[in-house]
C-alpha cells in the first residue's frame, strides 16, 4: 500500500496498432485492445475483458464511485472514502494479500474521476453503450479496434432529484415526447398517471408520479437514480437486467426492495470474496445488505430494483466505532 | 414468441424468495416481503420493513378510510397494489399539530382545522409526495398496499420477528 496521495496522471497517445489511448494513474497503467483491458502496477498485472471493464467503469464514472467498494473482479476495483479514493489491485484476495501481491494507492477523487472519464470516452466504440445489457438491440459490440465514439451514451446524468420527480423544477419525468420511450421488457407497463387535484397556492407541494413507468422508461441498467428524498434517507430506484457489472462493497448497510420481477444476488465477505450466502428476490421483497459483504445481482428479465441508501457521510466512521450497526435490524 | 410479462405481484398474489444461506445467518439480511406484511396488518398499521438509523420504509395496508396523519417533514407515499385516494390539509396552526423539530408521522386524534390541499388518487406503481408541515388522511376503497419512506415516529410498529425469514431456504 502507498499512502501518499498519487498525483500522477498521464493520457498517452493512440496506439498506432488498436487506435486507443492508454492511460496512467499513480503507478497503475490502463490499456485495452480489441477484446482486452490490461492493468498493470509494479507487481503485477491484470487481465478483464473489455465488455466487463467498460461495464463497470462506466458505473464508475456515473456514480462518482458510489458508496463504499466497486469491485470490478475478485482482484481490481476503488473504495470510495468520499474526496479521497483506494484503487487497489488484489487488496480483497486473500491468495493476492498472503503472498504480498496485493497494491493499493490513493487518490483525489475529482481527479481520478477525469482521467476515468476520458478512458470511457475514448474506449467506447461508436454504437456501443456500456449502460445497456447485452441482449438490448442497441447496445452495440465493445469489441474491436477504436472505431468513433458514444458521447451521448458515456455522458448520461445521474438522475438525482431534489426532492421528487415530477415536483416543479425537479427532475422530470419520463415520456416518449421527450424521449424515453419503454423499453421491450416493459411494454405491458401501464403508463396511467396518478390523479392530483391541486387547490391554488399548493402547487409545488400536492404532487405525484406513476414511478413504475419512470422506471420503465429507463435507458440505463443498474445505475440508481434518485427519485425522493427524506433528508438523508434517499430512494434510488433502477431498472435492472443481466448481471450488475460490479460487485459492490458496502460501507454501510443498503436496503432493496424488489418491485417487480426477480433478481438472484450473490453475497459474499467483503474482505475476503468467501462466498456467504445466495438471495432470490421476487416481487414485494424487501433485504438489507449488511455493512460487511459485498454483492452482486443477476437478473434475467428487466426488473425494477428499488435501492435504498442513507446517504450519511458519517457512517463508515459510525461504523467504524461501533456508533452504527454492520447488520441494519437484530431480532 | 411470448411477450415480455412483468410481476409486481400483490395483496393476493405473492411469491417471496428468500435467503440461502451458504456461512451466514438469514437473520442478517432482514428478510421480509410487503405484501406479506400487508396481508397480516390491521388496516392502516405502519410496519416498519426497512430501518436504516432514524430512517424506515414501512408497510401499509390501505383499507377503509385511515386516521388523520401530520408529519413536520416530508414522507412519501408509494401505491404497491391497489388503489388509494390521499387528502392534504393544510393546518391552521400546524405547530401545535405536531412538533417541527419531530421525526415521523403522529396520528391526529380528530381532522384538522385548516386548508384543503389537494386530493390525489394513486393506483399500483404511483408515489405521492406527503409534504412536510401537512396533515393528511388514506382512504381505500378494496384493500390496498403502501410503502413510506419516512422516519420512525410514534406511529411505527416494529415486529421484525414476525415478519423477517429467520430460516435459510434451504432448509426448508
Sequence with gaps: MTEALQTHYKINPASNETGYKSYEAGSF?????????AISWPKGAHTMAADGFMRAMMRTVAWGFFYGTLSYDPVFGTTNHYGIVDMFAGTYHPVFKENGRDHLEIFKAEDLLELFRDLVDDWTNEGYDPFAAPGENDAGQPWGRKNGNNADAVSRIRVTANRMVGLPGDADIRTDRNGYPQNRMFADVSSDQPLVEVEPGFEDEVAAFNLYDYLSRSDVTWNPSVCSV????????????FILPVEHGNDRCEWFVQLSDEITWEVKDKETGKPRSRIVMRAGDVACM???????????????????ENASPRIPDMIQSGEAPVIAVQF | MAEYKTVFGGLNDFTPGGVDAIDDNPKNYVFSNVFDVASKSAPYERVAVGKNLEYV???VRAEGQSPWYACAHDEFALCMDGEVEIHLVKPDDSDSLVDPDSEGAVVLDEAPDGRKMGRIVLRRGHQALLPGGAAYRFEAGAPSVILTQTIQGPATVERWAEICHSESLSAN
Design chain 1, 230 to 241: 427524506v433528508k438523508e434517507s434517499l430512494f434510488c430506484p433502477t431498472s435492472e437486467e
Design chain 2, 57 to 59: 420504509m414501512e408497510a
Design chain 1, 29 to 37: 497503467t490502463f490499456k485495452r485492445d480489441e477484446y482486452f483491458v
Design chain 1, 290 to 308: 449488511p455493512a460487511d459483504i459485498r454483492h452482486q445481482g443477476y437478473s434475467p428479465k428487466r426488473s425494477m430494483l428499488l435501492v435504498w
